[in-house]
Nanobody, 123 residues
Framework: VQLVESGGGLVQAGGSLRLSCEVSGGTFSTYAMAWFRRAPGKGREFVAGIARSGASTAYADSVRGRFTISRDNARNTADLQMNTLKPEDAAVYYC?????????????????WGQGTQVTVSS
């Protein structure tokens, strides 16, 4: 199973970015998906998760109301729409897949990870 993130880049504070994670080599609809991030000098942080069907989602308090996770099981993609970005959102963003039903914040429950995409937010 391979996960490939795209869509990162440089944006001004208050701007928006949309990250996408394409999954190949497995049955995407059977994976719960999530996005995590790691800022310089910090540990990996849960951002958002989504159930297999897409019917349920979870968010970190720091991004709730600004970020939206979604998935398209026909295209094997999981996206993260990020609005009203803040300098503290700058990080490498990773998508992760769990072959079970869990889509929460415990990173060790996810079996597959992408290589990450850099998001930089200028103030």
């Amino acid at each position: 199973v391979q996960l490939v993130e795209s869509g990162g880049g440089l944006v001004q504070a208050g701007g928006s970015l949309r990250l996408s994670c394409e999954v190949s080599g497995g049955t995407f609809s059977t994976y719960a998906m999530a996005w995590f991030r790691r800022a310089p000098g910090k540990g990996r942080e849960f951002v958002a998760g989504i159930a297999r069907s897409g019917a349920s989602t979870a968010y970190a308090d720091s991004v709730r109301g600004r970020f939206t996770i979604s998935r398209d099981n026909a295209r094997n993609t999981a996206d993260l729409q990020m609005n009203t970005l803040k300098p503290e959102d700058a990080a490498v963003y990773y998508c992760a897949a769990n072959t079970g039903t869990y889509y929460g914040s415990v990173d060790t429950d996810y079996e597959y990870w992408g290589q990450g995409t850099q998001v930089t937010v200028s103030s």
